[in-house]
């Protein structure tokens, strides 16, 4: 469970930031 809680929360920051501050996402 912890792993997969991690995970997201990496991967749902890094796509935000991705689309927020990256001009190509």
């Avoid at 469970?1 to 996402?25: D, K, V």
Wanted: hydrophobic share 45%.
């Amino acid at each position: 469970p912890f792993m997969i809680a991690g995970l997201t929360l990496i991967h749902l920051t890094f796509l935000h930031e991705s689309g927020s501050n990256n001009p190509l996402g």
